[in-house]
């Protein structure tokens, strides 16, 4: 499997090397001083987005803050070296004083690899997350983690609850399930800022469906982020470069209909070790795992 992993993160590295930089109007503050490994951007002085541009995923977390916890979600790479102990934690110390929960944005082993630097980690309270917890510990299964074997499990110490306001001090944001990339998908929703953070269900880059019966899940999530959001909103993905534009929400919802009325076709492609289809419209590509 980590020979999976590495083929995966030189594929993946190649895609997002070869993205265009959007034309982002946010400040960018580099860490060279500790480590040379973190791209960290503020936005409203509150919300942080920490790039690894070195890393075999072109890995983007986000530290979301409000006046009384933050929420951090994904927690990197884990491909650096760290400092003082920690890969990752030392950097949030950095930015933020509040208690912070982790959430992340689904379990692919891609986003979890510094899970035990935190304390305190949130799940979305999905009904079939919470009915494989037991006693607080949720074993992951390795479908989930997609490649590796690390981490083996979690102590869920907070269940979030899912379209409902969570109030971080001044900040309201709420959950959202976004089925499609894997079943436990989330978007992080900032309604105060207007803000959409949306993991690997859309960034700039290929897109990854595991299964063809994931293009109705597809469907059926990106119909609930147009009705949910509007173009006030910025949206922000999890590899690449980190603000989407707004009009790829329209664009993914016009290609999945493509695919499922068979008017686009994929190509086959062998892809580790598996049989896959590659669609393209427009700018975007898809690849499902057939
Ligand atoms: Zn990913």
Redesign the pocket.
Known sequence: MKKYASIVGILIFTLFTNCSKSDEKIDVKTDPVVEDWYKTTTLFTNTHIIEEPKSS?GNVSYLIEGDSKALMMDTGSGENFGFEGTKMKYLLNDLTAVPISLLLSHF?F??NQNIDEFDNIAFPDLPSLKQKTVNHIYSFSAEELFSGNFPTSATVTEWMPLNTDIDLGNRIIQLTNIKGHTNESVAVIDKTNKLAFLG?FLYNGTLFLFDTDDVTSYKTSIDHLISILDPSYRLFG??GVPEISFSKLKELQDFLICIQNNTCSGTSQFVWGKDTLLYEYNTMKIRIFI
Do not use: E, R, V
Request: glycine content about 0%; aromatic content about 0%; proline content about 0%.
């Open positions: 995923q692919h891609d986003h690997d999890a590899h």
